[in-house]
């Protein structure tokens, strides 16, 4: 083992300049990683009912508690996501670079612990500071945990950097099996990994269908049941609708287009429809999420608001809703940087043939086209489907509590997160400027 760590060390320090863009990307996702973890062990360290001055009695009681930790929890899905995209920053380098330590003789055993070992590097630095700045904060604040919060703490900060290098190693899985294989972008068994969400789905609804046949079955976990459903539901049909729409556009268009940028997106879209999928897969989710909390959210406030008697302590109902809101933001923001990573990144991989048509004579206005196209054209069917699916969401919740007017605000969702999108995959605009130049061909 120590043998592993002296040459990850050795490959970390050696690294090029790209290489350290990854390093701190996955930096920044493990301290955000390590910043919901520790808070999510925070307040599940209270114990029972207890008078706290913050978030308006949001966190008095322990029902409340564990709906606020189930959210940080949450949260750490797009995180993971994140970190994933920050693993194939660099990819080509990296699968060369474990595929040579596999030519000359390194099991992939071997080859699966230095890859976890060097990703961990930048994780537990990341994981370190995150704690650092968490203390700190629990001193201004002047809470002292107890000694079984300081015990999840511990494991976070060791459990972050674990997990994000088992993540690491996940995203470059095919050099363990085939050395010196080219980096593929679709995956042999995406196919088996859609059948599979799409059943669990269906299982899971024909589940809450059967309780809700049952009068004493119905309940608030049934109707929470059903909707964790119609989310996964709609989310593997908005994913798997990316790659469909993106395989069709990119044939159609390689045939029909006239204009050069549509040419060269249709062409890719057509060789690896899969990537689009991925890179967009936990934006759709959080678009499900996003249109039917908004018509949630507004359905709730009807109901507060309206005739009858009010709550007596109405800034715990809108904290609540303004927290859950809160957590949508943020994991559509961790979504839009994990996108435009994943931006940078195919641009990085694509270098030599970006170089090549720079070279060619292909303008840099054509190729910037391309690549928003790129996002753009897959991303809008995807996002119709999301939509619908959380227009569901909101239609069923609203048709249970009895809501007459129908809210029109959540089908905003999806114009701000396409736009969004757009704006994300333009942030690799620059990077495209200095790879798809004619002199990068002397490094490739």
């Not at 940080?72 to 995180?79: T, Y």
């Not at 995203?171 to 599979?196: E, M, Y």
């Not at 994913?239 to 990119?250: R, T």
């Not at 429809?273 to 967009?280: G, I, L, N, Q, T």
Request: aromatic share 6%; charged share 10%.
């Amino acid at each position: 083992m120590g043998t592993d760590i002296r040459i990850a060390w050795i490959l970390a320090r050696g690294s090029e300049r790209r290489e350290w863009w990854r390093f701190s990307l996955t930096l920044l996702g493990a301290l955000l990683a390590t910043g919901f973890a520790l808070a999510a062990v925070t307040i599940a360290a209270v114990p029972g009912q207890v008078s706290i001055p913050h978030a308006d009695g949001l966190l008095n009681q322990p029902g409340e508690r564990a709906g606020v930790v189930l959210t940080l929890v949450l949260l750490l899905i797009p995180v993971l996501g994140f970190l994933g995209q920050c693993a194939r920053i660099g990819a080509v380098h990296r699968h060369r670079r474990m595929a040579g330590m596999r030519l000359a003789g390194a099991p992939p055993a071997q080859v699966r612990r230095i890859a976890v070992v060097e990703s961990g590097f930048a994780c537990l630095a990341g994981s370190t500071g995150g704690f650092t700045a968490f203390a700190v904060l629990l001193a201004v604040v002047g809470y002292l945990p107890g000694p079984g919060a300081w015990a999840g703490f511990a494991a976070v900060v060791l459990g972050v950097p674990v997990a994000a290098g088992l993540v690491s190693v996940f995203a470059l899985r095919n050099v363990l099996a085939a050395p010196l294989d080219h980096v593929r972008r679709t995956g042999p068994d995406s196919q088996r990994r859609a059948a599979l969400a799409f059943a669990l789905a269906a299982v899971l609804i024909a589940t809450s269908a059967l309780l809700l046949l049952f009068p004493g079955r119905r309940g608030a976990a049934t109707f929470v049941l059903l909707i964790l459903a119609l989310v996964l539901l709609t989310g593997a049909g908005a994913i798997w609708s990316a790659k469909a729409s993106a395989a069709f556009m990119g044939r159609r268009l390689s045939l029909r287009a006239e204009r050069p940028a549509v040419l060269i997106a249709a062409s890719r879209l057509a060789q690896e429809p899969w990537a689009a999928a991925r890179s967009h897969a936990a934006l759709l989710l959080a678009t499900v999420v996003g249109v039917g909390f908004m018509g949630v959210r507004g359905v709730m406030l009807e109901g507060l608001r309206g005739p009858g008697h009010p709550p007596e302590n109405m800034a715990f109902y809108t904290t609540g809703i303004a927290l859950a809101g809160s957590a949508v933001l943020i994991a559509l923001a961790i979504s839009l940087c994990g996108l435009a990573v994943g931006a940078a990144e195919s641009l990085a991989t694509r270098r030599r043939g970006l170089a090549a048509q720079a070279a060619a004579g292909v303008p840099f206005r054509v190729l910037a086209a391309a690549t928003l196209l790129e996002t753009a054209l897959p991303l809008a069917p995807a996002l119709l489907l999301a939509t619908i699916g959380g227009t569901v969401v909101h239609l069923a919740y609203g048709s249970l509590m009895g809501a007459g007017a129908v809210i029109v605000l959540p089908l905003l969702v999806p114009v701000a997160v396409y736009a969004a999108c757009l704006l994300a995959a333009a942030t690799s605009l620059p990077l495209l400027r200095r790879v798809a130049h004619p002199s990068e061909l002397r490094f490739t």
